[in-house]
């Protein structure tokens, strides 16, 4: 494993859900590329559910004012494949969901942030993304929670916290999917989760 930032967890709940997420469209790479028209469709589809005012991410990668001041940090981590964050590797099969960036959407950023990242035409900008608040899943048919609020401490180094919750179910079950909802996302870096 390596070194990870806060991984102490506030109020612990964890929904078994029945819903997934739907895929991704194929941007032109064949002329020049700007925020507007090319970009700004990429973010708000693969970056903005965390990258945005109160997500999880430390930064909104919303406006092209707040894209363009990162743009070469942008570049990178998505070249890399750091962000958006998918631990599977591509090319072995394909999760329902999965939130690999394509080798054209890459290829993309790459071409814009290596051009001085242009804005172009606002009016080419996609509808702004809307997100709903509290599940993002949909309606979990069961929440599991810590009993009462773990306390994280002011300050210090970053610590990781195991809690384990027994499941009140008395029939199998099988899990679909689940959502990790920590009571103060500020203080989470991310949890590692294991249901038997
Ligand atoms: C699942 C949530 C999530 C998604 C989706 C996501 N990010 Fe992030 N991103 C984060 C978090 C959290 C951090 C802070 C990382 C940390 O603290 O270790 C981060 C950090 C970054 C950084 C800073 C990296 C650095 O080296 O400092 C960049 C740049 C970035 N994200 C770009 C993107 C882009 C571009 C996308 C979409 C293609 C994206 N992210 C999608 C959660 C996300």
């Not at 909104?60 to 570049?75: D, G, K």
Request: charged residues 20%; hydrophobic residues 40%; contains cysteine.
């Amino acid at each position: 494993m390596k070194p990870v930032r806060n991984r102490a967890a506030g109020l612990l709940a964890i929904g078994v859900v029945v819903s997934t997420i739907a895929g991704a469209g194929q941007p032109d790479t064949a002329r020049s590329v700007t925020f507007s028209k090319d970009v700004a469709p990429i973010l708000f589809e693969h970056c903005g559910g965390c990258h945005r005012p109160d997500g999880a991410a430390p930064f909104s990668l919303l406006t092209y004012v707040a894209a363009r001041q990162r743009a070469r940090l942008i570049a990178t981590a998505t070249q890399r494949r750091v962000m958006p964050p998918w631990k599977s590797e591509p090319g072995y099969g394909e999760f329902v969901g999965h939130k690999h960036l394509s080798e054209s959407e890459i290829e993309v950023i790459q071409r814009w942030a290596a051009s001085g990242a242009p804005e172009g035409d606002p009016h080419d900008l996609p509808p702004s993304p809307t997100w709903v608040s509290g599940w993002q899943l949909g309606q979990p048919d069961l929440v599991v929670s810590w009993p009462e609020p773990y306390v994280v401490r002011a300050g210090g180094q970053d610590y990781s916290r195991t809690f384990v919750l027994s499941l009140p179910v008395s029939t199998v079950r099988y899990v679909r999917g689940f959502e990790f909802r920590p009571g103060n996302s500020g203080v989470v870096h991310h949890a590692n989760i294991r249901i038997d």
